[in-house]
Structure formats: structure tokens, C-alpha cells
T-cell receptor, first 113, second 113 residues
């Protein structure tokens, strides 16, 4: 019940296309959902995050869509660029009571020039 | 700017050595984490600390211990390094409540020979 399932494992997108990465969770007590971007040899960096009372959050070319009833959330990268090629992790945080920070398994994105 | 600093980017140690990985954060965060990252396995939690001198085992604590004597510093100890502990080690910190997202260090690439 603590897992966060992330798909796909890898993704190849043409430059200018839309990259979509999906995550699903079971525990409805999770109260915050961040996405991280990681370049090779670096630590993950926070990209964007959303609370479950919001259905969508947009920052530049990055958008999180959140479906509370389906217990799913996704990251959309619009106008994907070669510089977006990285590994992306979703996460779910339970910050009340017993603290939990659960990561998805990651998606390796490659944007072709 | 938030900062989580790991003491080494690259380390090479011999089998059987005792290894110390140090992590310092300057954000006055209550929580600190140690993760291990291996290809195809995502981020696996080794240990978590929610306060000074407090610790909780994560998913893969065997062969590791931790120390948190000061709020800003969290150390990971490999009691007797083995080749299967060759990996990327990532430290992170977060606030305890309010959906505090985790900030990561740059990682330590440890090779045990």
C-alpha cells in the first residue's frame, strides 16, 4: 500500500513532442506529490510538486495532472527538448503521523534532436 | 539557496574497510535520508532520521549504520565494505511537516574493490 508505481520505464520522444510519465499510488493518506529530474552523475533535483486538492499545476513546459479518484498523477513535458533528457522520479509524501517519502522507480527520458 | 552537501563525489575503498559518508544540510531540516541508487532499481532507502540521535531503518539497512549527533549532519557508515555495496549514495533532507519536499546532495559514487 506504500508503493508508487511509475511507468514507462523508458521513453523516447522527438524534439518538440510531448513526454508523458505516469504514476499511481494506493495510500489515500499521501498529501504531497513531487517530481524530480536527475541528470547522469547528479543528485535528483525537485522539478514541480502538487497537493491532492489541485487537479493541475503548470510551471513553464512542465505540468502535473492529478486525478484523486483514480489515485494517479502524471508529468507532461510540452515541447520536449534534448536538454530534457534525464531520469524522472515521481514521489508521494505522507507528512502527517508516521512520515513517509516514497519514490517511483524512475523513467529514463531521451529526447531526440 | 538550499544546500545538501556530501563530503565526497567519488570514493574507492577496499573490501573490509570501514567507510564513512558524510552529509551536511544548511536548511535546518528535521528529516535526513540516505538512499542508494543502482541502475534499474531506482532509489532505495537505507536509513531515515527525523531528529538528532533518532533513526529508522529503511528498505535495505543491512551492512549499514548511521549517526546523527547534530541536526545538520547525517553520516552513513559501512561497517565492513563489500563489493556489492558499490553504488551511488544519495543524501537528502526535508522539513518534517507541511509537505516538505526533499532536497538531495550531489551523490557519492562509491567503488569497493
Amino acid at each position: 500500500q506504500q508503493q508508487v508505481k511509475q511507468s514507462p520505464q523508458s521513453l523516447i520522444v522527438q524534439k518538440g513532442g510531448i513526454s508523458i510519465i505516469n504514476c499511481a499510488y494506493e495510500n489515500t493518506a499521501f498529501d504531497y506529490f513531487p517530481w524530480y529530474q536527475q541528470f547522469p552523475g547528479k543528485g535528483p533535483a525537485l522539478l514541480i510538486a502538487i497537493r491532492p486538492d489541485v487537479s493541475e499545476k503548470k510551471e513553464g513546459r512542465f505540468t502535473i495532472s492529478f486525478n484523486k479518484s483514480a489515485k494517479q498523477f502524471s508529468l507532461h513535458i510540452m515541447d520536449s527538448q534534448p536538454g530534457d533528457s534525464a531520469t524522472y522520479f515521481c514521489a508521494a509524501i505522507l507528512s502527517s503521523g508516521t512520515y513517509k517519502y516514497i519514490f517511483g522507480t524512475g523513467t529514463r527520458l531521451k529526447v531526440l534532436a | 539557496d538550499v544546500k545538501v552537501t556530501q563530503s565526497s563525489r567519488y570514493l574507492v575503498k577496499r573490501t573490509g574497510e570501514k567507510v564513512f559518508l558524510e552529509c551536511v544540510q544548511d536548511m535546518d531540516h528535521e528529516n535526513m535520508f540516505w538512499y542508494r541508487q543502482d541502475p534499474g532499481l531506482g532509489l532505495r532507502l537505507i536509513y531515515f532520521s527525523y531528529d538528532v540521535k533518532m533513526k529508522e531503518k529503511g528498505d535495505i539497512p543491512e551492512g549499514y549504520s548511521v549517526s546523527r549527533e547534530k541536526k545538520e549532519r547525517f553520516s552513513l557508515i559501512l561497517e565492513s565494505a563489500s563489493t556489492n555495496q558499490t553504488s551511488m549514495y544519495l543524501c537528502a533532507s526535508s522539513r518534517y511537516s507541511g509537505g516538505g519536499t526533499a532536497f538531495f546532495g550531489q551523490g557519492t559514487r562509491l567503488t569497493v574493490v
